[in-house]
């Protein structure tokens, strides 16, 4: 029997190692604001001068892609350089290192220039030739504006920082000559330091820009920088005659804190006065400005005799007796006759106007501590107004099923009640009434706390102009 012959045997092999698969941290990303720092710089000896102060912009967050993180670098550094005479940007970007992970590598330059656009420059030496070739750039770009004011105030405001010489309000419609191009060059600055702000039409001639220049004297030619800046918007009022809006307004980071944004406000309130617009309204103010804009407006109606005897009648009223234990507290706004005159005269628009009132009536409260109270229950009054949209004083609504053959279920009748304890009580009391009662407190409370700053602010600079 023959036996199969086995094959030799090879080579001995070693067993295959396995692979081994490194999975590298999750890239979790750095916020805008924790690497991005801005300078506003005059002059190119400032550029990155350790005695200059980087400026703070709105959420930074909100201008990079997804969650408003930067993906893809380790040791992230990006200083942006704002030139404040031409308006030219520059943006000095370094990093340790780059990783391609599961996010991929935030492209910066795209991000940046979604703020910056033309603005932004691509080299240092570049950005800092701006400062000498671009140095005549807001010279020439109001040059055909209309100067609507030069130096000091007229003295409605206590503004003792400002050089008089230094200060022109210069006018220019959107449509002009130069406008257009000068304003393409301040949306960076819109953008960055005005909280949910959106850059105006160019195209719409309805647009004016009112800009707050400083004018230095050098030893050639004057120098021109924007030192802030208003857009007003005009439109129609049926049937003849226009209303002004107030749509962005900045004073520049290094610029705030003088009583800048009074003394532009001031221009723009003599403007709307001068030119006898319907009112002046403001869109969507922020906190701050809102606070500047009642602190101006309740000493020109301080200052306003024709409504002096109405805010002497309301408070005689209030100080007569305990409103706060009454079932219904009198109405503690201004009549309608008073709402015409500021309005027609100081163009004061009748909101804002019943806002002032509030801190009229607490500013002619003597002693205030004794009247608080009654002034509390006011403001609750009006909060709970301005919550439902009606007064809770006026007649309530009241339906009630009548029998009818036409069709049952849809007869009702609808009248009003005189006495709010004779109204149907069959009404549904909301489960979350203690929520709503906490939240009314809680926003009476705020609206208080606004009124003794403003009362405190305007108290303040009576003092200071009679010193």
């Known amino acids: 029997m023959v036996q199969k012959q086995q ?20 890239d979790t990303g750095v916020e805008a604001n924790e690497c991005i720092k801005i300078y506003l710089v005059s002059s190119k000896e400032e550029v990155d001068s350790p005695d200059i102060s980087c400026v703070k912009p709105v959420d930074l967050n909100d201008f990079f892609d997804g969650d408003g993180k930067i993906y893809g670098y380790q040791g992230l550094k990006i200083n942006v350089w704002i030139n404040s005479i031409s308006l030219h940007s520059y943006a000095d970007i370094t990093y340790q ?55 000091a105030t007229d003295g409605s405001s206590n503004n003792a920082e400002v050089v008089p010489s ?28 005005v909280d949910g702000s959106n ?44 209303r002004m809006r107030l749509s962005q307004i900045l004073v520049l980071p290094s610029f705030q804190g003088k009583g800048l944004g009074s003394y532009l406000m001031e221009v723009v309130n003599n403007v709307a006065i001068t030119e006898d617009v319907y009112d002046l309204t403001v869109e969507e103010p922020s906190e701050k400005f809102q606070h500047i804009r009642t602190c101006i407006d309740i000493n020109r109606l301080r200052s306003f005799d024709p409504i002096k005897p109405d805010i002497d009648s309301a408070v005689q009223t209030l100080t007569k007796g305990k409103l706060s234990k009454k079932a219904q507290i ?16 100081l163009k004061i628009n009748k909101k804002q106007f019943l806002k002032c009132w509030e801190i009229l009536i607490y500013l002619a409260l003597d002693p205030i501590d004794k009247y608080m109270e009654d002034y ?49 009580t069959n009404v549904q009391v909301d489960e979350n009434k203690p929520d709503q009662e906490q939240q ?9 706390r606004e009124i003794k700053l403003v009362a405190e602010k305007v108290s303040k600079s009576c003092l200071e102009v009679k010193i």
């Open 97 to 151: 290192s780059t990783t391609n992970g599961d996010k991929g590598i935030t492209d910066l330059k795209s991000a940046l220039q979604n703020i910056f656009a033309e603005t932004i420059v691509d080299n240092k030496d570049e950005f800092l030739q701006t400062f000498s070739t671009q140095s005549d750039f807001i010279r020439n770009m109001v040059s055909n504006g209309e100067v609507m004011r030069s130096g």
């Open 199 to 242: 850059p105006i039409d160019v195209t719409d001639p309805d647009w004016h820009l009112y800009l707050l220049i400083q004018k230095k004297e050098e030893k050639e030619d004057p120098l021109y920088r924007i030192v802030g800046f208003t857009a007003i918007y005009k439109f129609y009022r049926y049937p003849d005659r226009l």
């Open 166 to 193: 230094d200060l022109q309000v210069i006018r220019m419609e959107i449509g002009s000559p130069n406008a257009g191009l000068l304003y393409s060059r301040l949306v960076p600055l819109v953008l960055l330091f």
């Open 330 to 345: 009198p109405r503690f706004t201004p009549p309608l006759n008073a709402i015409e005159k500021v309005r027609e005269s």
């Open 7 to 26: 094959a030799a045997a090879g080579p001995v092999t070693e067993p295959k190692k396995r692979r081994r698969v490194g999975f590298s941290p999750a």
């Open 376 to 424: 509390t229950s006011v403001i609750t009054n009006h909060v709970r107004t301005d919550i439902l949209g009606k007064d809770i004083e006026t007649p309530k609504k009241q339906v009630v099923d009548v029998p009818s053959s036409f069709e049952p279920e849809a007869s009702f009748v609808v009248f009003k009640s005189v006495n709010r304890e004779e109204a149907n």
């Open 440 to 448: 009314l407190k809680q926003l009476v409370e705020e609206r208080i």
